[in-house]
């Protein structure tokens, strides 16, 4: 990645967003490009909670073995295929085993939902995370997350607005949270005019993020005209201004909420 970018972003950032929490990015990779390995004996299996080292600044990378969740394999690409659980858990219906999360009230309605669900590839067999403050020169990122409070989430979905006259710019799919952060971003980036997503309405994730935070998964190729465009755009105007002054948001290098436990 070009150096330049990631500087310009850092002083946008810190211009328009107060030093918010920074995005972090999603790359593949055949190394792991002075990442650490996720394993399954140190850490809890659900993808948002694996992000947060990343969110943290640790940089950390995922193989197919580095988590039990089909769901977050599936998510990643490390696994095309569906898990029947899958339908099970979402349904509302429960076995001798477990409970379902009663999400859909019919469960032909899973099955149906489920054959609409993208089915990605892994390009490498490292999924690795970064923060951007972390991205290295010959990263190449595939899709930027930012974790976002209301405020932020309203720029930003206005931002991804700016150079676009389709009123549907921007996604929020029905899917698990892990899925709104790398699965329909990366299906975005085949597509003519890549589409951010918005997410973790999953309310079963809820519990692994802050209160009143949503997510905010990019294709690379389109973040990269956002930042292009942040000086020429609404953040400058006394509009945005009268928002960003409501409060000091916590420093991105110093995120009190985060804590890294690789």
């Not at 999603?26 to 080292?53: A, F, G």
């Not at 589409?195 to 209160?211: A, E, H, N």
């Not at 400058?236 to 909420?257: C, E, F, G, L």
Request: glycine letters at 4%.
């Amino acid at each position: 990645m070009n150096m330049e970018i990631k500087k310009r972003l850092l002083e946008l950032w810190d211009k328009y967003f107060n030093g918010h929490e920074l995005p972090f990015v999603l790359m593949y990779s055949q190394d792991p490009l002075n990442s650490v390995k996720v394993s399954p004996e140190n850490n809890n299996d659900c993808l948002i909670y694996t992000v947060s080292h990343a969110r943290a600044g640790k940089n950390i990378y995922i193989e197919s073995d580095s988590l039990d969740c089909s769901g977050a394999k599936r998510s990643l690409g490390f696994d095309t295929g569906t898990n029947p659980l899958s339908a099970f858990l979402v349904s509302n219906c429960n076995n001798t085993e477990k409970i379902g999360k009663k999400c859909k009230k019919k469960s032909i309605k899973i099955h149906e939902w489920l054959e609409q669900l993208p089915a990605i590839q892994a390009p490498a067999p490292k999924a690795i995370f970064k923060r951007w403050d972390r991205i290295e020169e010959g990263d190449e990122p595939k899709v930027v997350i930012c974790f976002a409070d209301p405020n932020e989430l309203s720029a930003l979905f206005t931002l991804a607005n700016f150079e676009e006259s389709n009123p549907y710019t921007v996604k929020a799919p029905f899917c698990p949270g892990c899925a709104s952060l790398t699965m329909f971003p990366m299906q975005e980036k085949f597509s003519p005019n890549p589409r951010p997503i918005v997410g973790m309405f999953d309310v079963s994730t809820r519990p692994y993020i802050p209160q009143s935070t949503f997510s905010f998964a990019i294709p690379f190729e389109k973040f990269e005209y956002m930042i292009e465009n942040m000086d020429n755009s609404f953040l400058s105007h006394d509009m945005w201004n009268k928002v960003q002054i409501r409060y000091t948001y916590p420093s991105a290098r110093k995120y009190p909420r985060l804590r890294c436990h690789l």
